[in-house]
């Protein structure tokens, strides 16, 4: 399983945990194989986890970079991927930002409405410029 995967996985997790009002243990068992090495599991909930710890301040810096749009008016899906990629932006040193960046767009591509991942790009790119100094 590629790190790829793993983080469409984590994103799935976040997804059932907020809009189906699962627990990470519900959720988890919703999305995850039996069939996950522990490798990836470790990557898997170190996403989940981080991102709901920081959710307070993850979600401000959305709110901030998108002033056209209140938070809960963007589609869950596309919440759910900024959420996770700026987790990664912002408190995971061993991830490039571009990485996160590149593996949001593709998951906005492939999960949300047709033009999100042109808004998630936006948002991201500019969280990039303001907030990181790596």
């Known amino acids: 399983m590629s ?11 976040l997804y ?12 988890a068992e919703i999305v995850l194989s039996k069939s996950i090495d522990e490798q990836h599991k470790h990557f898997i909930f ?12 993850i979600d401000k810096t959305i709110q901030k970079y998108s002033s056209a749009w209140d938070l809960e008016r963007l589609a869950s ?3 759910n991927i900024l959420r996770l990629a700026i987790y990664e932006m912002l408190f995971c040193e061993d991830i490039p930002v571009s990485v996160s960046i590149n593996e949001a767009v593709d998951m906005a591509k492939k999960y949300c409405d047709e ?20």
Do not use: C, P
Request: positive net charge; charged residues 35%.
């Open 3 to 13: 790190r790829r995967i793993a983080r469409e996985l984590a994103f799935k997790i």
């Open 16 to 27: 059932a945990i907020h809009e189906g009002k699962n627990t990470i243990e519900e959720a």
């Open 46 to 57: 170190k996403e989940v986890r981080g991102t709901l710890d920081h959710l307070e301040v």
């Open 77 to 79: 899906t596309d919440r």
């Open 115 to 134: 033009q999100s991942y042109k808004y998630i790009n936006g948002i991201l790119g500019t969280v990039a410029k303001e907030e990181i100094n790596r």
